[in-house]
């Protein structure tokens, strides 16, 4: 069975700083896929960054990259120069080829200081 | 990204009543759609995997007779609320994903029932 962990439920930085979510996976699959969803207060859902398990090279999109450690089944997000607007709930979620589900971890919560 | 939309956004309804609640998808066909659950700072939950043209596949646990889900178009996909209760007030969030062999799941925005 796969297995998403997120161990830190809360997290707190001040804006312009830079802070990193960690996560962990389980998984005998070869083939699958890693994200990082944001749930702010409006409760919305949104794909923040998405990382193949085949590619080497870590997903970047703007403020926002991993360091995905195949060996080691991890997948840490880090947030540069934090917003305000980054305050949000942050899911890591998983799923393999050919599956249809997503499992998703626990949940961090991020605050963000002026 | 897909878009994708939910109505009612918030509806409050009497115990015993049904509710359903649409999602749709706005800009592309999509041929499974999800539905989750969601309790107060808790995680999602999948409730059901919906594809076009055949029946739901419901998680362990969840009542396929109370949650009645209907995919019956490529852009819609229906959650019936049947006989609603107050344990079941709960925020039901439904996701589509972008083609068969894709893996990247879009949400909508979500549904806040309360049932009183």
């Known amino acids: 069975a796969q297995t998403v962990t997120q161990s830190q439920p809360e997290m707190s930085v001040q804006e312009a700083e830079t802070v990193t979510l960690s996560c962990t996976y389980d998984?005998?699959?070869?083939?699958?896929?890693l994200f990082w969803y944001k749930q702010p207060p409006s409760r919305q859902m949104i794909l923040v960054i998405r990382?193949?398990?085949?590619?080497?090279q870590n997903a970047t999109e703007n403020r926002f990259s991993v360091n995905f450690q195949k060996a080691a089944k991890s997948f840490s997000l880090k947030i540069s120069d934090s917003q305000l607007g980054d305050t949000a709930m942050y899911f890591c979620?998983?799923?393999?080829?050919?599956?249809?589900?997503?499992?998703f971890g626990q949940g961090t919560r991020l605050t963000i200081n002026p | 990204g897909a878009v994708v939309s939910q109505h009612p956004s918030w509806v409050i309804c009497k115990s015993g009543t049904s509710v359903k609640i649409e999602c749709r998808s706005l800009?592309?066909?999509?041929?499974?759609m999800f539905w989750y659950r969601q309790f107060p700072k808790q995680s999602l939950m999948l409730m059901a995997t919906?594809?076009?043209?055949?029946?739901?596949?419901?998680e362990q646990g969840v009542e396929k007779d109370k949650f009645l889900i209907n995919h019956a178009s490529l852009t819609l996909s229906t959650l019936t609320v049947t006989s609603a209760h107050p344990e079941d007030s709960s925020f039901y969030i439904c996701?589509?994903?972008?083609?068969?062999?894709?893996?990247?799941?879009?949400f909508g925005p979500g549904t806040r029932l309360t049932v009183l």
């Open positions: 800009d592309f066909q999509a041929t499974t």
């Open positions: 998984t005998s699959e070869n083939n699958y896929y």
């Open positions: 979620a998983f799923t393999y080829q050919g599956a249809q589900k997503l499992v």
């Open positions: 919906s594809n076009e043209g055949s029946k739901a596949t419901y």
């Open positions: 996701s589509v994903r972008q083609g068969a062999l894709t893996d990247t799941q879009y």
């Open positions: 990382q193949e398990a085949y590619k080497q």
